[in-house]
């Protein structure tokens, strides 16, 4: 019931957005109920003890779209879930101040992510998760064309082009060979590879997944993150936080847990060469973080980062840095929603995009640079907040399979997260104003952007607090 | 009557095209067309039927004489699978043609255009009834010949359909040449052209270099006929100079009965065990599938016009037929079966929705459509599904087909095959797209005339899409269906 309910609800929030296009409070005020309700759902799913596996329909023998929630998609869903109303509310706000076009379409195709979003989180085999992941994929194409200048329709090239070229090419490839080599696609518990392939072939069937989830921006594939960064903020925090690139780690994660089995991985050895990879992916995009003044340019960055530590718990196959993964799933998402809604709530109050030009930004809007400062420590990994358990589960997981060298790419990642993000709340607060406004000039964005900002961070808060009840146990 | 049935929708459309010349007045061709193609299409989907629930061949012997002597026709789950394709292609391309060839055809040849309409569409389905090689020829160039005729009445408004008409016919002429030549080797050793008489008689000459002769010339001129890359330059041109009805009736059907036929004398007259065959010929197929998928696709990348694109789209897709064939294996027939019958249905769908565009501003090209997702959002939304069904995105029958055909390709371990039918597919993005942004993220152009459409312009198209994305949701029945057909040609287990 609660499974249909998370995937039915978004497809009525998107069908009552058309039918009510022409009178825009009721038709914003219902998806914002509706995302409630989901909400909702999505907790009470999270709580349940176990559910069983409900079959929509079958596109042929052994090609079954069907849904079993297990912790890990149950937690994703329950990430989506609840960000959802908070990107709504903010989101209204968002559209109206920022003079946006085209509402009815926006909110339409935004509802219909969500969708997709639940869909690969309950997905109970392969296949649904595929059929899923590319819904997703073309959901959110005219939200980043949303703007439809030439930079937007370009940006829309590289998203569609890498995502769906890896994913066609790749992860259909992974998907029908797993189909062809086990005979089935079913997610278990413990996966389903081991003793139907020679262990040799398995890093190139982990590379099809790896690299064919385009959604997890691994670089090389991360190009379509930066450049989907030309559509409005509340895309940029539904990209980031809410739905597309969570599902990419969440589909690596979940691939890794339950179709190759993370103590198959561990044993064979086969996932050693994507540690290294997501270390690379780690450090480098936090480099080019410190490269760009963009603020929301240096956002993307950091999450191709971040998303590089999801990975790396899948590749590292311990359960303790699987659990890891998994919780920082929620971690940054509750960190990097917060720092969206922020760079958005500049850009609407005060116009500005460039790091630069916000010196002494702080004092002008201190709710907001408070926010900012809540997510960017949950990012970097200090407690007390979120981003610090899956920081020191992840090492304790690379401790557990003996790579060392994994402890010294976490510190120094984190110490660039620390000059990335800190740089941003320093001049914010403390910096000669080079903005024109005058510093006793309080001047926020409006309530409805404000206060989604401020549920987030307190998120990343309670989070740190409520840990227990997102630490999973996937054996071995 | 209902014995009668496997030669009926033969007979029905044949002798209705003399009829449909006599007749005059207006819309009386069309009307008489469109019940006969409507009376084909219900025969063979009853036939379907029949054959299913009889779970053997339904065998008819033309006029009492039972093989070898007289011709048989022979309903089996293959010919009983492709039969519905083509009548129910034929039958919703002649509910949109009224509109198309009022507007593109000069009223006085209305009549013959349904006489030569109604006369390939018979060819066609005697293709895939007939039990008899020779036979397969007379029908072949029945339907062939009406085919001439009609893409050579796109002249009317398009004088490059003359040439493109004299070049089809050229080539059409050296595949039947080639298809009977190789007929007369097989006469020549075995006496008979029974197909099932055929089939136990060759083996006693495989070992002959005649016989290899004979299968290399069917192939050759079937490989023509199905305009299997690199024999496929009369397709473009003939498909987008046609008449837009003639071009969504032939992109649909006219190839893929050579596929049929093709399937049918490869693995039911000759074998798969045949002496050379999945060495030589299979590898070939193979080979000149994936160079057709890719050259295929990256002509239409760089082209403009519409119908080209979509033609020269179908070269590739025909390249994936081919590879399924030439996987020479259960799954891989299957896979051809399947995507014989959903790429019917999408290029149907396509060709109908362009054919509305084309008819009223003279040519479908990237600049016609500019900014035409806001005029016409629902000719446009049916070009977007049939060409992501084209990409093969899931929820779409073009998934199902890939899913199976790459199965069939692991199961062989042609991996290097499977990778390669995977970036070929997925290019298909870059000419769907550049339609995509061209429709909706363009602004109609000042003074680009206003397109308009009524229920008459998108309802055929239509009615592919949605069977485009049932087959695509709820392809079961489709793939047991083509397993059958697979079956009837090679042995093993599913």
């Not at chain 1, 610090?388 to 992840?394: C, D, E």
């Amino acid at each position: 019931m609660l499974i249909y309910a998370l995937l039915g609800l978004p497809l009525i929030a998107s069908a009552l957005v058309l039918v009510l296009h022409d009178r825009p409070n009721l038709r914003d005020g219902q998806a914002l109920f509706i995302g409630l309700i989901t909400a909702g759902c999505a907790i009470q799913l999270y709580a349940a003890p176990h559910s069983e596996t409900v079959t929509l329909f079958s596109l042929a023998a052994g090609l079954d779209v069907s849904f079993t929630p297990e912790p890990l998609g149950k937690l994703f869903a329950l990430v989506a879930g609840v960000l959802w109303p908070v990107a709504t509310l903010y989101t209204i706000g968002y559209m109206r101040g920022a003079g946006e076009k085209n509402h009815t379409r926006f909110m339409f195709f935004y509802a219909i992510a969500i969708h997709a979003a639940m869909g690969i989180a309950l997905s109970g085999n392969l296949l649904t998760l595929f059929v899923f992941y590319e819904i997703l994929t073309f959901s959110t194409y005219p939200l980043v064309t949303h703007k439809g200048t030439p930079e937007a329709v370009q940006a829309g090239r590289i998203y569609l082009g890498i995502l769906v070229a890896s994913s066609v090419i790749l992860l259909l490839f992974g998907v029908i060979g797993v189909w062809v080599l086990t005979g089935t696609l079913d997610f278990q518990s413990g996966g389903i590879l081991a003793g139907h392939i020679d262990p040799f072939y398995v890093p190139f069937l982990l590379g099809l997944f790896a690299f064919g989830i385009g959604k997890a921006a691994l670089m090389p594939l991360h190009r379509w993150l930066p450049a989907a960064m030309v559509a409005p903020t509340p895309v940029s925090a539904l990209l980031h936080a809410v739905a597309v690139v969570k599902a990419g780690v969440f589909t690596v994660l979940k691939v890794a847990v339950y179709v190759f089995g993370i103590d198959f991985l561990r044993e064979t050895g086969s996932s050693d060469w994507l540690v290294w990879v997501a270390s690379f992916s780690i450090l480098a995009a936090s480099i080019v973080a410190m490269t760009k003044t963009n603020l929301k340019a240096r956002l993307a960055y950091s999450t191709i980062s971040q998303l590089g530590y999801i990975v790396l718990g899948a590749a590292l196959a311990t359960s303790l840095a699987a659990s890891g993964a998994a919780v920082h799933i929620a971690a940054h998402a509750a960190g990097k929603i917060t720092l969206f809604f922020c760079a958005g709530a500049i850009y609407v109050a005060h116009h500005l995009t460039d790091i630069k030009d916000m010196n002494g930004l702080g004092r002008v809007m201190p709710v907001t640079y408070t926010a900012f400062a809540f997510g960017a420590l949950s990012i970097i990994g200090v407690p007390p907040l979120a981003g610090a358990w899956s920081k020191i589960m992840l090492m304790g997981g690379a401790l557990d399979n003996g790579h060392v060298l994994v402890l010294g790419v976490l510190m120094v990642s984190s110490l660039l997260n620390l000059v990335y993000l800190g740089e941003i709340v320093l001049r914010g607060f403390f910096a000669k104003p080079t903005h024109g406004l005058k510093s006793d000039d309080v001047q926020e964005a409006p309530l409805s952007m404000l206060l989604p900002l401020c549920l987030t961070a307190a998120m990343s808060l309670a989070l740190f607090f409520a840990i227990d009840m997102f630490i999973l146990d996937f054996g071995g | 009557m209902m014995q009668h049935l496997p030669v009926l929708q033969v007979l029905l459309p044949l002798l209705g095209a003399p009829l449909a010349a006599l007749l005059r007045g207006r819309d009386m061709a069309w009307g008489l067309a469109l019940l006969l193609t409507g009376a084909a299409f219900l025969i063979s989907a009853i036939l379907f039927g029949l054959q299913y629930s009889a779970g053997e061949a339904l065998i008819y012997d033309l006029g009492g004489w039972p093989a070898p002597l007289g011709i048989v026709y022979v309903i089996d789950a293959a010919s009983a699978l492709v039969l519905p394709v083509v009548s129910g292609l034929a039958f919703v391309a002649t509910i949109a043609a009224r509109r198309l060839v009022e507007a593109e055809i000069d009223a006085r040849d209305h009549a013959l255009f349904y006489a030569a309409w109604l006369l390939t569409i018979a060819g066609m389905l005697g293709q895939i009834t007939t039990g008899d090689a020779f036979n397969i020829f007379v029908f072949l160039e029945i339907s062939s010949l009406s085919a001439y005729a009609l893409v050579a009445m796109g002249a009317g408004r398009d004088r490059r359909a003359l040439p493109a008409a004299f070049n089809y016919l050229i080539l059409g002429t050296v595949g039947a040449t080639f298809y009977v030549i190789g007929l007369g080797l097989l006469y020549m050793l075995t006496g008979t052209l029974n197909l099932t008489d055929l089939a136990e008689r060759l083996a006693e000459v495989e070992s002959t270099r005649a016989s290899f002769t004979a299968l290399a010339f069917i192939a050759l001129g079937l490989f023509l006929k199905m305009a299997l890359f690199p024999l496929h330059f009369w397709l473009v041109p003939a498909y987008a100079h046609a008449p837009s009805a003639v071009s969504a009736l032939m992109a649909a059907t006219a190839t893929k009965v050579s596929v049929y036929v093709l399937i049918r004398l490869m693995f039911g007259v000759f074998g798969v065990e045949f002496n050379g065959l999945a060495d030589a010929i299979g590898l070939l197929i193979l080979t000149l599938g994936i160079a057709g998928a890719f050259a295929g696709t990256l002509a239409a990348i760089i082209e403009t016009d519409l119908k080209k694109l979509f033609a020269q789209s179908s070269i590739a897709q025909l390249g994936y037929m081919a590879i399924g064939i030439g996987a020479m294996s259960m799954t891989g027939l299957a896979a051809a079966f399947i995507h014989l019958f959903n790429h019917a249905l999408m290029k149907g769908a396509l060709f109908l929705a362009i054919g509305a565009i084309a008819a009223q501003v003279g040519r479908a090209s990237m600049q016609t459509i500019e900014g035409a997702g806001r005029q016409i959002p629902i000719t446009m939304t049916a070009i977007l599904v049939g060409g992501l069904a084209l990409i093969g995105v899931p929820l779409t029958a073009g998934f199902i087909s890939k899913v199976y055909l790459v199965r069939a390709l692991l199961e062989q371990n042609f991996w290097l095959l499977a990778a390669l039918t995977f970036i070929s597919s997925a290019l298909a993005l870059a000419y769907v797209w550049k339609i995509i942004e061209a429709a909706w993220l363009k602004e109609r152009p000042k003074g680009a005339p206003v397109l308009v459409e009524t229920p008459v312009h998108y309802v055929p198209a239509w009615l592919m899409v949605l069977a485009t994305i049932g087959f695509g949701i709820f392809a079961g029945p489709l793939v047991d269906a083509a397993y059958a057909a697979a079956a009837v040609f090679i042995g093993g287990a599913r």
